[in-house]
């Protein structure tokens, strides 16, 4: 891909009901042959004039990734990491709105620069707020779950 190539974010997919169960499968085989003892996990990918491409080991294991995500029965969207967002990729990015996101970068939460009148995002800064995001909330549910559990709970359930 060229460096002035648009940046391409992708839709993103989930397996479908009738998929699941393969995606599923393929994810158990490749996690199971990367994390097991051995020799160098070789898969080749059979081209379309029924060539085998073997698939290097970086390959395998973003494969890997994007399995065991689509085996949960999430959605994946691919997304560039070096590469600048507009406002509206990095919004679906973060599942929020572009206004929303707009308040954010005004805010200074997510750095962002202007290339003329609009607002472009790195990629790795809207995936580094996505983490403390999530950081954030997980804290603060373990607090609440400290605190519930510090006051006794709820006695309303006890038997």
Avoid: C, W
Wanted: hydrophobic content about 40%.
């Amino acid at each position: 891909m060229k460096d002035d190539a648009p940046v391409r974010v992708s839709e993103p997919v989930a397996a479908t009901e009738g998929t699941l169960g393969q995606v599923q499968q393929l994810a158990k085989l490749i996690t199971e042959t990367l994390h097991g003892a051995g020799t160098q996990p070789r898969f080749t990918l059979l081209g379309p004039n029924h060539e085998a491409l073997p698939l290097p080991k970086d390959v395998l294991t973003l494969l890997q990734q994007l399995l065991a995500v689509l085996a949960s029965g999430d959605a994946v969207s691919i997304v560039p990491v070096q590469k600048e967002l507009t406002t509206q990729q990095a919004a679906n990015l973060l599942n929020v709105s572009r206004q929303y996101l707009v308040q954010l970068l005004d805010e200074g939460k997510i750095p962002f620069h202007r290339t003329g009148t609009h607002r472009r995002v790195n990629t790795q800064d809207v995936l580094e707020y996505r983490a403390r995001r999530t950081a954030e909330r997980r804290a603060k549910l373990a607090e609440m779950i400290q605190d519930t559990q510090l006051a006794r709970g709820y006695p309303e359930f006890d038997e």
